[in-house]
């Protein structure tokens, strides 16, 4: 995990300048022809294309990334137990080792993804609470222990699925980032306000905040809305949102992608990365972007 007592995306944010977060694996993936599993998305890629994910995380290195995310948004308990698989591990353990195969001695972190038991967009769950629990100790537990640097709990938009990430984190020194998704009230899915989520997450000392899979107008709309005094970053949607019946085409290409940073730069994120829709070439556009403009 990250060295002890050492928080890259503070050091990021006292030097004024991001760390750089890959972009875009599934839609990336759903663009260059592959289809999608309803129940977990690319994850049956590591073990039949395992060449395929790593070319992807390779690109994602070689257009300067800093933290590259293991293809882990699918392998929790509650989602392939959905196609029948009653033990994730062997998969979280592919999906990191071609993260790992790939970043080899290069000086870049490694984020094991958890996303949310359910659809990231899903207001009602079928899950109970303990399921819910059991679900994020046991995916948490199972990355930390193939030595991903931090766990990246992204599209989190359930204020008890939050609770009981954080708490578990925390409680059990695991370094992690959190990201949520909202919508046009600012409140994410379960109900509750953006700002009094920000205030409980602050209280469990993650790493980072971010904000991803949001399109950059409701970005916009919660920076007009938001003080920021913690570590944060932001990593946006850049494509459409009907993931299993067409291709998600970027629509948010890299030029205007950059003027959404141009604009918020100087608030200080420790992370900027792309979310679905993005490509390489975002994150190249970024890293290009930051090596002129940020002392």
């Known amino acids: 995990m990250l060295e002890k007592d050492i928080n890259p995306f503070s050091l990021s944010r006292v030097n004024k300048k991001p760390l750089i977060l890959d972009g875009a694996i599934g839609s990336l993936l759903q663009q260059m022809g592959y289809k999608p599993d309803s129940n977990i998305w690319m994850t049956p890629l590591n073990r039949s294309l395992p060449e395929i994910i790593k070319s992807v995380h390779k690109s994602y290195i070689d257009s300067g990334a800093n933290i590259i995310t293991a293809n882990t948004f699918r392998t929790?308990?509650?989602?392939?137990?959905?196609?029948?698989?009653?033990?994730?591990?062997?998969?979280?353990?592919?999906?990191?080792?071609?993260?790992?195969?790939?970043?080899?001695?290069?000086?870049?972190?490694?984020?094991?993804?958890?996303?949310?038991?359910?659809?990231?967009?899903?207001?009602?769950?079928?899950?109970?609470?303990?399921?819910?629990?059991?679900?994020?100790?046991?995916?948490?537990?199972?990355?930390?222990?193939?030595?991903?640097?931090?766990?990246?709990?992204?599209?989190?938009?359930?204020?008890?699925?939050?609770?009981?990430?954080?708490?578990?984190?925390?409680?059990?020194?695991?370094?992690?980032?959190?990201?949520?998704?909202?919508?046009?009230?600012?409140?994410?899915?379960?109900?509750?306000?953006?700002?009094?989520?920000?205030?409980?997450?602050?209280?469990?000392?993650?790493?980072?905040?971010?904000?991803?899979c949001i399109a950059p107008r409701l970005f916009e709309h919660l920076m007009e809305n938001l003080e920021i005094n913690f570590n944060w970053g932001f990593y946006l949607n850049c494509g459409g949102e009907d993931y299993f019946k067409r291709k998600i085409e970027t629509l948010v290409d890299p030029i205007l992608y950059l003027k959404i940073i141009e604009k918020y730069i100087t608030l200080n994120p420790s992370f900027i990365g792309a979310c679905c829709g993005s490509t390489p070439a975002h994150i190249k556009a970024i890293k290009n972007f930051l090596n002129g403009n940020v002392n």
Not at 77 to 94: D, H, Q, R, T, W
Not at 110 to 130: H, M, T, V
């Open 76 to 212: 929790n308990p509650s989602a392939v137990s959905k196609v029948g698989i009653l033990n994730s591990a062997p998969l979280v353990k592919e999906a990191v080792n071609l993260v790992k195969e790939s970043v080899k001695e290069l000086p870049v972190y490694i984020a094991g993804a958890n996303a949310p038991a359910e659809d990231s967009y899903q207001k009602i769950r079928n899950l109970s609470y303990n399921q819910l629990e059991m679900n994020h100790r046991i995916h948490i537990d199972l990355l930390k222990e193939n030595d991903v640097h931090f766990i990246l709990n992204e599209t989190q938009s359930h204020f008890d699925e939050i609770k009981i990430i954080c708490q578990y984190c925390q409680s059990n020194n695991i370094p992690y980032v959190i990201s949520i998704l909202f919508n046009e009230d600012l409140n994410i899915i379960s109900g509750e306000s953006v700002g009094d989520v920000l205030k409980f997450i602050q209280e469990h000392e993650p790493l980072a905040i971010g904000f991803n």
